[in-house]
């Protein structure tokens, strides 16, 4: 058989095996909680594997047990899944928060500092700034514009450098497409690690993942989705996904086993049909968005758009641009010539593009990032960060973009 290179190729096949289906295309919903063992032998020894008693031997699968341990349906999508990524393994969880939270929890205990980038996903900010702190975990926060040395300063300022354990980033940073430099931040794992127990390195690649970017490549530890964007792709479910090297999923999945926070067989089928379509709905997106970019940047009532595709050569971030994104992206920010009544009215008037949070899905998506997804952050923070009442995110869907054009056109006259 001939080597195949591209992922997409294999949505529709990998991991999944016909004959044990009576032959059905595709893999049926295996809506069951539990599995019968051929023998009791055959019980004990999976049991032996899933619960880390010995190490799997040379071509030995994991035995169906319980679908809170393993199910086909979440095997089958997490082989998927690590094709894109060149993953080892991978852990889909019922909600991208619940992948983002076991990681954190797994690799940070009580004395512990998480270093991590500004700013994140609400729900992240809310986890590390109340649950983690209760608990005693410390964290430092750095926007994109610091640099390594005010970063390095940072942590050496708090007296808390030995209990560096994790360094958590999202690039490009949401609503403003700022980047961050993920060798960089390998590179302060290496400088602050004190002894054998390495400081792991996680990256939330919703915003440009799986398709356009690789963060395993570049050094990350862990790369994490929530499936609910660009993967699930259809404003249908909700969902999450952790990748990574064997030794680290191996502790994500034995948490995920004792939190019981992965996804439903129904959930993981509707994923394995979003991953038929991923690369054409994102390449269709992101198409689009290059179009859109274009007509925001020419319109007299847009001050600034925030697009990947529009860093100069001559902006620090460009290398960091073109070492880790293949694609612009389908995502843009924008900043409108008014204020948040400015930004209503805009809103208020668009029609084929709906006002919601959430991205990456078929339908374009369009919020307003000061008073919906990050009302919560601090008001300097937030102008430190860009995140006025001027700016407007904007997730491209697969709409033709004449109309979509032809709608904000409409829409930003009454500006
Ligand atoms: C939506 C989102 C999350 C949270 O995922 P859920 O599936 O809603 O739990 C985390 N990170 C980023 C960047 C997101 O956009």
Redesign the pocket.
């Known amino acids: 058989m001939s080597q195949i290179k591209h992922p997409e190729s294999l949505m529709m096949t990998h991991g999944y095996k016909p004959e044990l289906s009576e032959g059905a295309v595709k893999p049926p919903i295996f809506q069951t909680s539990t599995f019968a063992f051929k023998t009791a032998e055959e019980g004990k020894a999976f049991f032996e594997v899933a619960y880390g008693i010995r190490e799997k031997e040379k071509n030995e699968e994991l035995g169906l047990i319980y679908s809170r341990i393993n199910n086909p349906n979440l095997q089958i999508l997490e082989e998927r899944l690590c094709l894109w990524d060149k993953a080892d393994d991978c852990a889909v969880f019922e909600?991208?928060?619940?992948?983002?939270s076991t990681v954190l929890l797994e690799f940070l205990k009580p004395g512990d500092l998480l270093l991590h980038s500004l700013p994140?996903?609400g729900?992240?900010d809310h986890f590390i700034n109340h649950f983690l702190k209760e608990i005693g975990v410390h964290s430092i926060g750095f926007r994109a514009d610091q640099g390594k040395d005010e970063i390095i300063a940072l942590i050496e300022e708090s007296g808390l450098q030995d209990k560096l354990a994790l360094v958590y980033i999202?690039t490009p940073a949401?609503p403003t497409n700022t980047l961050i430099d993920i060798e960089m931040c390998k590179s302060l794992t290496e400088y602050f690690r004190r002894d054998e127990k390495s400081i792991k390195l996680a990256v939330?690649n919703?915003?440009m993942g799986p398709l356009w970017s690789h963060p395993l490549k570049h050094g990350a530890d862990l790369v994490?989705y929530?499936?609910?964007?660009y993967i699930g792709g259809h404003s249908d479910l909700?969902?999450?996904a952790v990748l990574g090297k064997a030794d680290s999923m191996s502790r994500v999945k034995v948490l995920r086993t004792f939190l019981g926070n992965m996804a439903s067989p129904h959930t993981c089928w509707l994923l394995l049909r979003s991953l038929e379509t991923l690369k054409i709905r994102m390449e269709q997106q992101a198409k689009s968005a290059e179009a859109i970019a274009a007509f925001l940047v020419e319109h007299p009532k847009v001050l600034k758009v925030h697009y990947l595709g529009l860093i100069k050569e001559s902006s620090p971030s460009y290398a960091v641009y073109k070492k880790q994104y293949s694609s612009p992206g389908a995502m843009i920010a924008f900043d409108i010539d008014g204020d948040e009544a400015a930004a209503f009215r805009f809103l208020n008037k668009l029609s084929l593009v709906k006002l919601a949070v959430?991205?990456g899905s078929t339908e374009s998506l369009v919020q307003h990032p000061a008073s919906m997804t990050h009302i919560g952050i601090d008001s300097d923070l937030k102008i430190k960060m860009g995140i006025s009442e001027r700016l407007i995110r904007f997730s491209v869907g697969v709409e033709h973009p004449e109309d979509l054009i032809a709608d904000m056109s409409h829409a930003l006259e009454a500006i």
Not at 95 to 100: F, V
């Open positions: 909600s991208g928060m619940s992948a983002i994140v996903y729900g992240t999202e949401n939330d919703t915003y994490i929530s499936a609910t964007k909700i969902a999450g959430s991205l």
